[in-house]
């Protein structure tokens, strides 16, 4: 049984990108098409397409790479776990990395990123971070 689906999500991702694969599918949840959404704006993947086979709904995710073959994920990393949630306010998001990382917040506004987050002055809970 799954107890994190967001962490399996995202270790699909980054296993998908370490074997420099071209598309990987992910189980499907309105978080994580939320975060697959926020990853797609912010760069850090191709494209995602939501497939629906009978009553099972499953999201192909387009990996991105640069133009030497490498990656654009540096790194991708679950912040709040099951057995330890972790949460922000909303000057604590406003900053990852210098500006060169994203955090995804969990907020009363939905799923969204660290800068549009300190925008609408919300905190949460901190589900991962990319860069």
């Not at 654009?72 to 306010?89: A, L």
């Not at 939905?110 to 589900?127: C, F, H, M």
Request: glycine share 6%; proline share 1%; aromatic share 6%.
């Amino acid at each position: 049984m799954m107890t994190d689906i967001i962490a399996d999500s995202l270790t699909r991702i980054r296993n998908a990108a370490q074997r420099r694969l071209d598309v990987t599918t992910l189980l499907h949840s309105k978080t994580i098409e939320a975060t697959v959404s926020i990853l797609v704006d912010k760069g850090y993947l191709e494209s995602f397409k939501v497939k629906e086979d009978g009553n099972k709904k499953t999201i192909k995710v387009v990996i991105k790479y640069d133009e030497n073959g490498h990656s654009v994920i540096n790194e991708v990393k679950k912040i709040s776990k099951p057995g330890r949630r972790v949460y922000q306010s909303a000057a604590e998001v406003r900053f990852f990395k210098n500006g060169y990382g994203t955090l995804i917040v969990s907020t009363n506004k939905g799923v969204i990123a660290n800068d549009e987050a300190y925008k609408l002055s919300v905190g949460g809970e901190v589900l991962c971070s990319i860069w």
